[in-house]
């Protein structure tokens, strides 16, 4: 309770008042400290190579696979941490599918990965600009695009079918990955996955200056991957 005495006689009505107002500015400081922190955090880059991240990354899977995990990253300390800035060390693009999700299957924590997620993985400006971002920005030393199983965007485009509304941009995407496997052996569903996630690697490395010149310094590895759903293990792919 307020007391009288130390207010100087101050009402209790105007007490109540001077004490929301001071509630108020608690409330928008941290906002405005938020933002500075944000800005600020852009400064350094993680200390890790591209080949650890890429180690700590498959150490990750491996837990995960072998029900493991250590769940890293998570705790309350982590968040406070995180509050001052980030520095991913992993830019993941993989499918928006359910059933692939990187910080599960990596066995990774807050902060630890630059996540983006559209179906099929492709590629298009706002996907390369947001790597771009991790990469100039925050200078995370590692991109992996991750393909799965069974993509059903993938199969869409297998498929040859007429597909509703803006899912034609996808499987447009993803078509020249499928017309480059026809005729090869094996299953052209899988060979239609890794396709399209060697064919976005290195189209990623041609499109993007920026990406290119940090490939180039040694200091950005790109890599691709395939997820397997039934085993959950992360394989490389040429």
Request: charged share 20%; proline share 5%.
């Amino acid at each position: 309770m307020i007391d009288p005495k130390k207010t100087g006689g101050m009402s209790r009505r105007n007490a109540i008042l001077m004490t929301g107002a001071g509630a108020l500015v608690a409330a928008i400081a941290p906002g405005v400290l938020k933002v500075e922190a944000a800005n600020a955090s852009t400064e350094a880059s993680p200390n890790i190579t591209s080949d650890a991240a890429l180690q700590k990354l498959m150490d990750g899977n491996r837990r995960y696979i072998e029900q493991k995990r250590t769940f890293p990253d998570q705790a309350r300390s982590r968040i406070v941490e995180l509050a001052k800035g980030q520095h991913p060390f992993a830019i993941v693009l993989c499918c928006s599918d359910s059933r692939v999700v990187p910080e599960i299957l990596f066995d990774q924590g807050l902060g630890d990965l630059f996540d983006i997620r559209v179906a099929g993985n492709v590629l298009d400006d706002a996907v390369i600009g947001t790597m771009e971002y991790g990469v100039a920005e925050l200078g995370t030393p590692l991109v992996i695009i991750l393909g799965h199983e069974h993509c059903g965007a993938v199969k869409a485009a297998l498929d040859g079918k007429p597909v509703p509304g803006k899912v034609g941009s996808l499987v447009a995407a993803i078509q020249p990955a499928v017309d480059s496997i026809k005729g090869q052996p094996g299953d052209a569903w899988d060979n239609a996955v890794k396709a399209n996630v060697k064919m976005n690697v290195n189209k990623l490395k041609q499109s993007s200056p920026i990406i290119a010149e940090a490939v180039k310094a040694g200091k950005l590895k790109v890599v691709g991957g395939r997820y397997d759903l039934d085993t959950g293990t992360v394989e490389m792919v040429g």
